[in-house]
Protein backbone atom coordinates (compact mmCIF):
# COMPACT_ATOMS: atom_id res chain seq x y z
CA UNK A 1 0.00 0.00 0.00
CA UNK A 2 1.40 3.65 -0.69
CA UNK A 3 0.22 6.56 0.82
CA UNK A 4 0.03 9.89 -0.63
CA UNK A 5 -0.08 13.02 0.73
CA UNK A 6 -0.62 16.74 -1.31
CA UNK A 7 0.35 20.28 -0.05
CA UNK A 8 0.43 23.53 -2.01
CA UNK A 9 -2.77 24.13 -3.58
CA UNK A 10 -4.33 27.39 -2.75
CA UNK A 11 -6.39 30.44 -4.32
CA UNK A 12 -4.04 32.74 -6.98
CA UNK A 13 -5.42 35.32 -9.10
CA UNK A 14 -5.17 34.57 -12.71
CA UNK A 15 -1.92 34.77 -14.06
CA UNK A 16 -0.44 33.55 -10.95
CA UNK A 17 1.52 30.33 -9.78
CA UNK A 18 1.80 27.49 -7.39
CA UNK A 19 3.91 24.22 -6.54
CA UNK A 20 2.15 21.49 -5.43
CA UNK A 21 4.47 18.83 -3.59
CA UNK A 22 3.22 15.25 -2.74
CA UNK A 23 5.32 12.96 -0.68
CA UNK A 24 4.40 9.23 -0.53
CA UNK A 25 5.43 6.82 1.76
CA UNK A 26 4.72 2.74 2.03
CA UNK A 27 5.60 0.16 -0.30
CA UNK A 28 7.31 2.34 -3.31
CA UNK A 29 7.90 0.10 -6.38
CA UNK A 30 11.11 0.49 -7.52
CA UNK A 31 10.64 1.61 -11.15
CA UNK A 32 7.57 3.71 -10.68
CA UNK A 33 5.16 6.27 -12.72
CA UNK A 34 3.77 9.62 -10.49
CA UNK A 35 1.71 11.95 -11.26
CA UNK A 36 -1.02 14.66 -11.24
CA UNK A 37 -5.17 14.37 -12.02
CA UNK A 38 -7.25 17.02 -11.44
CA UNK A 39 -10.91 17.24 -11.49
CA UNK A 40 -13.02 20.56 -11.97
CA UNK A 41 -16.61 20.73 -10.52
CA UNK A 42 -19.84 18.86 -13.41
CA UNK A 43 -16.30 17.32 -15.07
CA UNK A 44 -14.05 14.22 -15.61
CA UNK A 45 -11.30 13.64 -13.62
CA UNK A 46 -8.23 14.02 -16.09
CA UNK A 47 -4.75 13.57 -16.41
CA UNK A 48 -2.19 16.61 -16.07
CA UNK A 49 1.27 15.20 -15.63
CA UNK A 50 3.11 12.45 -15.15
CA UNK A 51 6.53 11.64 -14.52
CA UNK A 52 8.31 8.27 -14.46
CA UNK A 53 11.70 7.00 -12.55
CA UNK A 54 13.70 7.72 -15.25
CA UNK A 55 12.57 11.25 -15.62
CA UNK A 56 10.52 11.14 -18.28
CA UNK A 57 7.48 13.19 -18.35
CA UNK A 58 4.18 13.94 -20.15
CA UNK A 59 1.52 16.50 -20.23
CA UNK A 60 -1.48 17.05 -20.95
CA UNK A 61 -1.86 19.72 -24.41
CA UNK A 62 -4.10 22.30 -21.93
CA UNK A 63 -1.10 22.55 -19.73
CA UNK A 64 2.04 22.15 -21.87
CA UNK A 65 4.40 25.08 -21.39
CA UNK A 66 2.66 26.25 -18.05
CA UNK A 67 2.90 23.48 -15.76
CA UNK A 68 6.34 21.37 -15.02
CA UNK A 69 6.22 17.92 -13.39
CA UNK A 70 9.24 17.19 -11.97
CA UNK A 71 10.42 14.68 -8.51
CA UNK A 72 13.03 13.81 -5.82
CA UNK A 73 13.26 9.94 -6.41
CA UNK A 74 15.76 9.72 -2.88
CA UNK A 75 12.66 11.66 -1.24
CA UNK A 76 9.67 9.68 -3.10
CA UNK A 77 8.12 13.29 -3.41
CA UNK A 78 6.47 14.46 -6.93
CA UNK A 79 6.09 18.28 -7.59
CA UNK A 80 3.76 20.28 -9.82
CA UNK A 81 5.15 23.75 -10.79
CA UNK A 82 2.27 25.78 -12.22
CA UNK A 83 2.50 29.02 -13.95
CA UNK A 84 0.15 31.35 -15.77
CA UNK A 85 -3.24 30.03 -14.43
CA UNK A 86 -6.25 30.25 -15.61
CA UNK A 87 -9.70 30.36 -14.02
CA UNK A 88 -10.09 26.87 -16.00
CA UNK A 89 -7.50 25.59 -14.31
CA UNK A 90 -9.40 25.23 -10.81
CA UNK A 91 -9.84 22.07 -10.08
CA UNK A 92 -9.07 19.48 -6.97
CA UNK A 93 -5.72 18.29 -7.91
CA UNK A 94 -4.98 14.38 -7.23
CA UNK A 95 -1.72 13.18 -6.50
CA UNK A 96 -1.03 9.47 -7.98
CA UNK A 97 1.31 6.71 -7.90
CA UNK A 98 1.57 3.37 -9.89
CA UNK A 99 3.82 0.84 -11.47
CA UNK A 100 5.31 1.29 -14.90
CA UNK A 101 2.42 -1.25 -15.87
CA UNK A 102 -0.45 -0.24 -13.86
CA UNK A 103 -0.96 3.36 -13.61
CA UNK A 104 -2.54 5.07 -11.46
CA UNK A 105 -2.94 2.74 -8.63
CA UNK A 106 -2.80 4.91 -5.61
CA UNK A 107 -4.63 8.22 -4.89
CA UNK A 108 -3.89 11.23 -2.83
CA UNK A 109 -6.47 13.11 -0.78
CA UNK A 110 -6.64 16.11 -3.38
CA UNK A 111 -6.09 19.52 -3.05
CA UNK A 112 -8.04 22.23 -4.52
CA UNK A 113 -6.51 24.77 -6.31
CA UNK A 114 -8.37 27.97 -7.58
CA UNK A 115 -7.43 30.54 -10.23
CA UNK A 116 -9.59 33.43 -10.23
CA UNK A 117 -10.38 35.88 -12.91
Known amino acids: QVQLVESGGGLVQAGGSLRLSCSAS????????MGWYRQAPGKQREVVAS???????NYADSVKGRFTISRENAKNTVFLQMNSLKPEDTAVYYC???????????WGQGTQVTASS
Open 26 to 33: GRIFSYNR
Open 96 to 106: TDGSYSSFPQY
Open 51 to 57: IWSSGST
